[in-house]
Nanobody, 125 residues
Framework: QVQLVESGGGLVQPGGSLRLSCVGSGGILRINGMGWHRQVPGKDRELVATITDGGDTNYADSVKGRFTISRNNAKNAVYLQMNGLKPGDTATYYC???????????????????WGRGTQVTVSS
């Protein structure tokens, strides 16, 4: 029932900006940590940024000073503002979240990690 949907990816020139969004839905009661990862074909998925329910953030060294992660709890959403994009940022970006949700099937609360399907970011001239 719970799902995360990313949006905002696209093709931009080096130095450009994009804002990625990830919105959760489906009986969500509370979202704890949220984050963004990225992956290119043939390589491991890489942590980009995380944000706790209290708003504490963490960034990969490669994106510090250029990317900003934020969240809107009322919208069950997490965002990634990406500035000064480089060709090396090209990847599929995935959001993930630690979610407590209500399950009607078992009439109970369930906590689990969820992943979005990804949104493509391509930085090229």
């Amino acid at each position: 029932q719970v799902q995360l949907v990313e949006s905002g990816g696209g093709l931009v020139q080096p130095g450009g900006s994009l804002r990625l969004s990830c919105v959760g839905s489906g009986g969500i009661l509370r979202i704890n940590g949220m984050g963004w990862h990225r992956q290119v074909p043939g390589k491991d998925r890489e942590l980009v940024a995380t944000i706790t329910d209290g708003g504490d953030t963490n960034y990969a060294d490669s994106v510090k000073g250029r990317f900003t992660i934020s969240r809107n709890n009322a919208k069950n959403a997490v965002y990634l503002q990406m500035n000064g994009l480089k060709p090396g940022d090209t990847a599929t970006y995935y959001c993930n979240a630690d979610i407590l949700a209500y399950s009607a099937a078992v009439d109970s609360q369930i906590r689990s990690a969820y992943w979005g399907r990804g949104t493509q970011v391509t930085v090229s001239s």
